[in-house]
């Protein structure tokens, strides 16, 4: 248990389904982070969120809509994904990064397959 | 951009023995932490070491800064050890967005 949860724990969606991936940290971190892990590939950053604020966006494409209501919340909403947008989600929260203890902190993933 | 290159890719020991896992990082970073995935896709973290040398246990870490590289070492090994162990560091001068990069793992697999 890391104090980081994530629901649900597996997804399978058509590509015009729209669903909703949850995180939630009980650790008291004000950052909060969404990673995506493809087979074969390392884990690459999607968003970054500071104090409810988006502060990086690494490019993602716009069928992924990230909500960060508070500083213990983070969703992926997601909309008319691809097949190869199929992988492993995983959510994590750290200390405020200019605190300087950056400690990233991970949920157990949400496995999505999108057919 | 920042990269992070982990070594051996794949790793098969017996039950006991001992191994040491190695990170190379091209550029200077905040900070460093290794993380042990298990085959429920979980990631644990093991070390949060930025510089210098921890133990836990049978595991201990070491960073050097300076030569951009940080070794991971396992001893008396056990088949629970097995999984995916990754490295990862924050950039320096990221905009103290505490983002990670990763490297791409070191699988291991210990028999018993």
């Known amino acids: 248990e890391t104090g980081v949860t994530q629901t649900p724990r597996h997804l399978v969606m058509g590509m015009t389904n729209k669903k909703s991936l949850k995180c939630e940290q009980h650790?008291?971190?004000?950052?909060m982070y969404w990673y995506k892990q493809s087979a074969k590939k390392p884990l690459e950053l999607m968003f970054v969120?500071?104090?409810?604020?988006?502060?990086e966006n690494n490019s993602v494409p716009s069928r992924f809509s990230p909500e960060c209501p508070n500083s213990s919340h983070l969703f992926l909403h997601l909309h008319t994904l691809q097949p190869e947008d199929s992988a492993l989600y995983l959510c994590?929260?750290?200390?405020?990064?200019?605190?300087?203890?950056?400690?990233?902190?991970f949920g157990q993933g949400t496995r999505l397959t999108v057919v | 951009g920042i990269q992070v290159e982990q070594s051996p890719p794949d790793l098969i020991l017996q039950e006991g023995a001992n191994s040491t896992l190695r990170c190379n990082f091209s550029?200077?970073?905040?900070?460093l932490q290794w993380f042990h995935q298990n085959p429920w896709g979980q990631l644990i973290n093991l070390f949060y070491?930025?510089?210098g040398t921890k133990q836990n246990g049978r595991l201990s870490a070491t960073t050097v800064a300076t030569e951009r590289y940080s070794l991971l070492y396992i001893s008396s090994s056990q088949t629970t050890d097995s999984g995916v162990y990754f490295c990862?560091?924050?950039?320096?001068?990221?905009?103290?967005?505490?983002?990670?990069?990763f490297g791409q793992g070191t699988t291991l697999q210990v028999k018993p």
């Open positions: 994590a929260s750290s200390q405020e990064p200019r605190g300087g203890h950056t400690e990233a902190f």
């Open positions: 650790l008291g971190h004000n950052a």
């Open positions: 969120y500071n104090f409810k604020e988006q502060t």
């Open positions: 550029d200077s970073v905040n900070n």
């Open positions: 070491i930025p510089s």
């Open positions: 990862a560091v924050e950039p320096y001068g990221s905009g103290n967005t505490g983002k990670l990069i």
